[in-house]
Every structure is written in structure tokens, then in C-alpha cells.
């Protein structure tokens, strides 16, 4: 099976006709990717139709064999021994509802008492703690709300409660706080606001946000996150500048960025690497004078 | 008949067009997260590791294995996937026959 991207329109043809598949409840132009023989000849010009046709059946045989290898992997690896700990521990199960040693999830057995505030069950462990907090003897925030528990159950008539009468009246018990929270923040926002005017708060911001980025960026390099930094350099002749490319793998592998520079410029290469994000460092081509250091992984950018 | 060696020409530029400037990652990329989300990557996924267990892990040939999932694997793919992946490659290719087309002239 031909795998090359760069395929003629020939080999469509092939293609098409490797399907063996009759089956197929899609409407239109998609039964033709299930069918079995297609009356295009050789000598066809190809359509925009057809040529989208084999581009999309490249990408998703790619994607395909991609899972099979990862499967196979997966098992190969999992039924032999590791080389570093000699145990068996690339195998772990992947069954729906068990954790990956094979477990029950839930092990709940233990002795659960029912609270006399709430009447709610809780285990011996959690059962101070929650009591603490439903009498509202823990802290600030459960005094409060305790007190509102509390408030809501006695006579409203009653001269110590923390609500007045016209809320309690409502619905809502929460009608007094939220009212309090509403104008704590509205005397926050206008203070603030007198400070400055809005267009200097945004240039401001502006140019933090850019200093704080470089920073950030300069800063990446040397931290310890990176582990991998393969370089490839290339020295034509001792006094031609050096011209080195090397990629970045963090440890999540979620980035990979290529820079590519020889001595005095540096310079985004559309030379195909795949899946290689070319980024320069703050959107303008800098100079990047590298020094090696002793050990291949580590650089300077002055 | 030129234009049919043109047209040809044409389609063999563009796919190769498509791989140099990275559109293939961003459609392939696209593709697999599509893939994923729906589903279809366990499913396959699960297939496989059924069939290499059933054949043992020793005996798996990436032959079998290949032939077994490419003919389950293209037609489990849903057909909105497929619409969808569809309309963006032929927008790609409307944007940039044009000026291919007057690169081969």
C-alpha cells in the first residue's frame, strides 16, 4: 500500500478499489469511499472532488496505522518484563469501572453516625469536623451561616436574631448579605476608578504584560522543566557562521518549538519538520549570538 | 492532451503543496482531535487490542494487523467527520489553485 503523500492520481484509483466494503448507510458522494469499484479511469482529469477524496483517505490511513502502532505498543510492551525495575509494570488495566490495578473504586464500610444538628449520616472521621462547622463553632464563615440556620428556625419575633424583620419577609434569607457584598464592591470599583484614566491604565498594562512576557520566555530556557534539547549543527567551513537548529520537548510534551539561527541572524525555516511550531521570540527577527558551554544541552542567548 | 497533463500537474503540485506548507499537520490535526472526541479512536483502539489478544502477542503480524484495521477503521469513522474534513480540504484547495495555476502557466 502506498503510503507516500505525494501520491499521483493513479494510485486513487487503487485505492478506491481496495475498499471492500458495501455497507454503508451515508448519503451522497460518501458511499463512493465504501464502495466496492468506481467508474473513473486512469485517464480522468481529477477533480477537485476527487483529489480532496485521496488527500482525506491519506490523512485518515495515516491516523489509523497511528492507533493500531500505539495498540500494539501498548499490549507488546505490557506482556514483557521492564528493563529498569525487572517487574511487570507497563501492564495495568484499562477496564471501564475498576481502577488500574483491578480494584473496586468504592470501599465504603465504615461506621457512619447521624448528626444530631442535621440529621445527615457522616463517617466516625468526618463526624467532628462537620459537627464544628453545623453549630457554627469552626470559624467566620460557618458562624455565619449558622447563625442564619439558626435565625431561620427560631420565632422571627425574636429580638437577638442578626436579620430584620423586612427580610425576613422575603424569600431569599441571603437578601441582607448579598446587599452588604453589593456595596463593598461598588465602593472598591469607584475608588479605583478615580485613580487613573483609562488610557494610561491600558498602556501601562501594555508594556508590563510585553516586559513580563520576555521575562517569562528567558526565563523558560533556563528552567528546569526542559528535558530534552537535541541540537543539530552543521559547520560548513571554520569561518562560515554557524548554523544550528535544535527543538525543545517540555516534560508534558505539550510544546515544540524549532528556532533555527546562524551567527548573526535568526531566521523562521519552512523547511519540513513535522509538527514543529516556528515561533520567534517576541514577533520580530532578533539576533541570536549562541555560545556553546561545556555540555551540548546547554546555551546562552546574549 | 496538454490540459489533461496540466490538470495532472496541477493535482500532483497541490498535494505536495498542501505538505510543505504544514496544512497537512494543521488537516491532520484536526482530523485526530475530531476522531477523539467522537469516540472513534477507543473504539479502534479496543479493536486492536482484541485482535492482538486473540492472535497472541507474539504472533501479531503488523501485516494482519494493518490490513484487519484499515478495512474496520475507514468506515467507523462517522460522516460527519468526514464532511467536515472534506469541506475544509476543498475551501484549502479553492484558496490556492488559482495561484497555482498561474505558476504552472
Redesign the interface.
Known amino acids: 500500500m502506498d503510503h507516500s503523500p505525494s501520491s499521483q492520481s493513479n494510485d486513487d484509483v487503487e485505492n478506491f478499489s481496495q475498499n471492500p466494503e458495501d455497507s454503508s448507510h451515508s448519503p451522497g458522494y460518501i458511499d463512493n469511499f465504501n464502495s466496492k469499484s468506481l467508474s473513473i479511469q486512469p485517464s480522468d482529469i481529477p477533480t477537485k472532488g476527487i483529489l480532496a477524496f485521496s488527500i482525506l483517505c491519506d490523512l485518515l490511513d495515516e491516523c489509523i496505522l497511528d492507533v493500531a502502532f500505539e495498540a500494539h505498543r501498548e499490549t507488546k510492551l505490557a506482556a514483557s518484563v521492564c528493563q529498569l525495575c525487572n517487574s511487570e509494570c507497563r501492564s495495568f488495566v484499562t477496564q471501564p469501572g475498576l481502577d488500574i490495578f483491578g480494584n473496586r473504586p468504592q470501599q465504603n464500610d465504615s461506621p457512619k453516625f447521624e448528626c444530631v444538628n442535621c440529621k445527615r449520616p457522616y463517617p466516625s472521621k468526618r463526624y467532628a469536623p462537620h459537627l464544628e462547622k453545623c453549630l457554627g463553632l469552626a470559624g467566620r464563615s460557618s458562624s455565619r451561616v449558622a447563625n442564619l440556620k439558626i435565625g431561620n428556625d427560631r420565632n422571627p419575633s425574636s429580638p437577638y436574631t442578626t436579620l430584620s424583620e423586612d427580610n425576613l419577609n422575603q424569600s431569599d434569607s441571603d437578601g441582607g448579605l448579598y446587599i452588604e457584598k453589593f456595596e463593598k464592591k461598588r465602593k472598591k470599583l469607584n475608588g479605583k476608578s478615580r485613580r487613573s484614566s483609562p488610557a494610561k491604565y491600558t498602556k501601562s498594562k501594555k508594556q508590563k504584560s510585553i516586559i513580563s512576557e520576555t521575562v517569562e520566555e528567558t526565563s523558560a530556557f533556563s528552567s528546569s522543566k526542559l528535558c530534552k534539547c537535541s541540537e543539530n549543527s552543521t559547520l560548513d567551513s571554520p569561518n562560515s557562521p554557524i548554523k544550528r537548529s535544535f527543538s525543545m520537548e517540555y516534560s508534558d510534551g505539550s510544546k515544540n518549538i524549532q528556532y533555527k539561527y546562524n551567527g548573526n541572524s535568526a531566521s523562521v525555516d519552512t523547511s519540513t519538520q513535522s509538527d514543529n511550531d516556528y515561533i520567534d521570540i517576541d514577533g520580530d527577527y532578533d539576533t541570536i549570538e549562541v555560545l556553546q558551554t561545556s555540555n551540548d544541552s546547554g546555551y546562552i542567548i546574549k | 492532451m496538454s ?2 497533463e496540466n ?2 500537474k496541477l ?2 503540485e ?3 503543496r ?5 496544512e ?2 494543521k ?2 490535526r484536526l ?2 482531535k475530531r ?1 477523539r472526541d467522537c469516540g472513534w ?1 477507543d473504539k ?2 479496543k479493536r ?2 482484541d485482535k ?2 486473540t492472535e497472541g ?1 507474539e504472533n ?1 503480524k ?1 501485516d494482519q ?2 490490513e484487519y ?3 474496520h ?3 467507523a ?1 462517522p ?1 460527519d467527520v ?2 467536515e ?2 469541506q475544509q ?2 475551501s484549502y ?2 484558496k490556492h ?1 488559482s495561484q497555482l495555476e498561474k505558476n504552472i502557466k
Open positions: 490540459e489533461s490538470e495532472q493535482a500532483s497541490l498535494k505536495s498542501i505538505l510543505e506548507t504544514q497537512r499537520n488537516l491532520k482530523l485526530t476522531l479512536k479502534i483502539k486492536c487490542v492482538i489478544r502477542v501479531i503488523l494487523l494493518e484495521v484499515l478495512k477503521g475507514r468506515e469513522v460522516d468526514k464532511v474534513m472534506l480540504i476543498s484547495l479553492d489553485v
